[in-house]
């Protein structure tokens, strides 16, 4: 009997032995497999996509932004005012030529480096081929830049030879400020843009 009960904590013992090995293997298994799985996937999806990052930066390039616009100069507005003033310097009507001749010359000299960029949120105005800054607007303060949001109406007076953008926007000031620009650009693509950006415009549209 005693020898019996001695012996029962050795048994228990090497019971608790065996149990605890087995444990250990089932860990030691479960866990290799694990991280033998979780290589297996990191490989796949390394493979597959580069890693994480790069798949979250394609679907992030999913939403597909707007492209900057810049409309071409167009110089047909300063060249038939330039032959206005010079068909009345011809037939001696020099008093009307002179002015007519002096704004046909700004806006050739306007249309060589005044530009409308259309970015993704904003029409702005700019200077020169680099597209420089052309600083606060001279008639009502602020900078040459409108978010199209803010835009109440616009119009494009005539569609077929376009003289006059007009449009009229609540940033410059709450109760709405009213600007006109000669076309000095492209009238096709500049109105194009206008609906894209700005919407479509109640009264006017090229033919």
């Known amino acids: ?6 012996s029962a904590p050795c048994f228990l013992s090497s019971q608790n032995r065996e149990v605890s090995g087995l444990a250990r293997n089932f860990r030691s298994s479960f866990s290799g497999k694990l991280m033998h799985s979780q290589c297996i996937l990191r490989r796949n999806f390394s493979g597959s996509h580069g ?3 790069v798949v ?3 679907v992030g390039r999913k939403v597909k932004s707007r ?4 409309p071409d100069p167009d110089y047909r507005i300063p060249v038939v005012l330039l032959g206005l003033a010079g068909g009345l310097a011809y037939s001696n009507n ?3 030529a002179a002015p007519v001749g002096l704004l046909g010359l700004l ?3 306007q249309t060589t ?5 259309f970015d993704e949120e904003a029409l702005e105005v700019k200077v020169g081929e680099e597209l420089q800054d052309s600083g606060e607007n001279v008639f009502v303060g602020g900078k040459n830049r409108w978010k199209y949001s803010t835009f109440v109406n616009w119009e494009l007076w005539w569609p077929n030879f376009p003289i006059l953008v007009y449009f009229k926007e609540t940033q410059t000031k709450p ?4 600007h006109f620009f000669p076309v000095i650009f492209n009238g096709k693509q500049l109105y194009d843009v206008m609906v894209e950006r700005a919407g479509p415009s109640k009264n006017s549209g090229p033919k």
């Open 51 to 53: 890693s994480y990052p």
């Open 94 to 96: 020099l008093l009307p």
């Open 67 to 70: 492209e900057t616009v810049v």
């Open 1 to 6: 009997m005693a020898s019996t009960l001695l």
């Open 107 to 109: 806006l050739l000299f």
């Open 175 to 178: 109760e709405g400020q009213v």
């Open 113 to 117: 480096r005044v530009r409308f960029v």
């Open 56 to 58: 979250a930066s394609v």
